[in-house]
């Protein structure tokens, strides 16, 4: 692996999403796969990287902020033959338990893969992993609160 960026305690959640994350959403808005992942060892800050301050606009973390990018660029290209729609899921990897973080109750799931020669296969996917119909940011985090 190599760095992309390194960031000291001077640095504003903005700074770190528009460095890090904001092409990474544009590119899944096109069609391909990206993952941004936070680790490190317990305290150095990534669930703040992540979530931010909600009660902050400009701390904000990178989930929030991608929401709201991706939800702009759904306003800006919606039209009478240009129609979205959006499923939200939002989950936590730690000591290798997979949390379904909209359904609590829903922990310790399992990674699988459908098989890919198969009509609707979802490929690789969390099951039963909640999945919620959104239509707006404010839905996504309310689900969130």
């Not at 305690?9 to 808005?29: F, I, M, N, P």
């Not at 400009?58 to 709201?68: F, L, T, Y």
């Not at 909209?102 to 459908?114: C, V």
Request: with cysteine; glycine share 6%; aromatic share 12%.
């Amino acid at each position: 692996f190599t760095f992309d960026q390194v960031y000291d305690q001077h640095a504003t959640q903005r700074e770190v999403y528009d460095d890090t994350a904001r092409s990474l959403v544009a590119s899944c808005l096109e069609g391909y796969n990206a993952t941004i992942l936070a680790y490190g060892q317990t305290g150095t800050g990534k669930t703040y990287t992540m979530e931010g301050d909600a009660g902050s606009f400009e701390a904000r973390g990178v989930v929030p902020r991608a929401i709201e990018q991706i939800f702009s660029h759904i306003q800006e290209k919606a039209s009478s033959s240009n129609r979205f729609l959006v499923r939200a899921s939002y989950l936590q990897i730690y000591n290798d338990i997979i949390y379904d973080l909209l359904s609590p109750e829903n922990q310790n799931l399992q990674i699988r893969e459908d098989d890919k020669s198969k009509e609707n296969s979802r490929g690789v996917y969390v099951e039963n992993l909640s999945e919620w119909v959104v239509r707006s940011p404010q839905e996504i985090f309310k689900l969130m609160a």
